[in-house]
């Protein structure tokens, strides 16, 4: 072989050798162990462990490993405190570097700087510590590798994916809600209100239905009454009626007649519907309803309103207030009153109870539509519980109960459940504020607080369901501090 041939040869080996050096990774060669992250007190701590004892570090060169936090799925990445491996020789200059305060030594302050010990088990343990940023809740780990030799010429550039998440993720909470189940009513009982504004000629009790716009109020009374004495679904127990006057005139005479007139309504439902009198448990009248009339005041928006109600809260006996009222703004505020506050206030109450059937399934599912106050709590939690938890039937059933029944704990509760079953944290807690001394709603409270990220009343309510006994509360404390825990 010619000389020439030889040099080219020996050339392209020279260059194949270089090129082979230059591409070769030493991240094939290290082994990362015991890797961790974790997020405490709002700062991201990365643990590993690098086992070297496979790299064979040539004595110039320098291995710089940058562990990388990237956002999984996203741009979004930080670069930790680098590590630093030297070959023999490359260390005592990266340590005199050191010495004369090189400030363009390294790109980065590294976490560690160490010397390969060659054919040695070696173990780089390295932590560091970033502030947490939200991103990194799903982010992966890598490494970086950069590797240079004498006169910082570049060796060769690599990355490894360490992890693929490097926190697990968020743990999510199952916390089961209290549905409570009413108690079955022996005996439903209900009573009815209704408000008969009767005409009376002056000074007269006598009940006249073709007196001014009596026959139109007495049809309502006679649908109100027909209507409960014909359904076969209850039976009417007994009535108790109550006669009012508007306050012009003497207390004493208005009481009388407003008596008097309770009794002509009492007759009337005696000979029109048949009612014995003995049926009719009560006949009152209340007189001069002042209570009435500062509601109306209160409510209006009158020039004299508040020397009205003074009046009314302050005079006594309450005749004397006749005549304070007559003198106000010339006797305006007076004619005021006596055109528009006054004649509702000359009416007649009358209170029906009745005692209501018990209704099956179906029958129950029915009546919710067409006359839900016939239904116990009971009857309604049943329906409810029918359909399922999901569709808007459920959340109307007790809506409707909760209506009906507005300061029943129970129907609050069971309707703020369903509130909470749809995520209307913050309308379940106005709910639940008028029961929250009532240990059956603390489970329901401590899951709604853990909704709103009130952690620690969360485990306040919690733990006092828990220490009542509540199966449920202690279940749903367990979550809770798992949940917790892994923030």
Known sequence: MKKKNIYIVILAFISLSFTLNAQSRYLDLIKVENQAAVNENNMLLVYMDLVLDQVQLNTNEMITLTPVVTANGDTQSIAL???????????????????????????????SIIQRANGMPQVLHYSATVPFESWMSDASLSLQESV??????????GAELVAQRILPPAYVPVYKLTYIVPDVEPVKQREDTYSATLNFRVDKHNLDRNYMNNAAILADVDKVVNGLMTNKDLTVSDFRIEGFASPEGGWEYNRILSEKRANSFADYLQTKHQIERSRIKSVKGIGEDWNGLRQAVESSDMADKQEILRIIDQVTPPDARDAQLIRLSGGNSYRFLLNNFYPPLRRTDYRIAYNVRSFSLEEAKAQIKSNPRLLSLNEMYLVAHSYPKESKEFKEVFDIAVRLFPNDPIAIINSAATDLERGNFAIALERMEAV?????????LGVTHARLGNMTLAAEYLKKGTNNGDSTAAANLNQLMKAMDNQ
């Open 148 to 157: 240079t030799g004498c006169a910082e010429c570049d060796l060769g550039e």
């Open 81 to 111: 405190a680098p590590m630093i491996i030297n070959g023999n020789r490359r260390q005592k200059m990266v340590e005199r570097g050191l010495v004369l305060n090189n400030k363009n030594l390294f790109k980065q302050t590294p976490q």
């Open 436 to 444: 929250k001394e009532d240990p059956r709603a603390w489970n329901n």
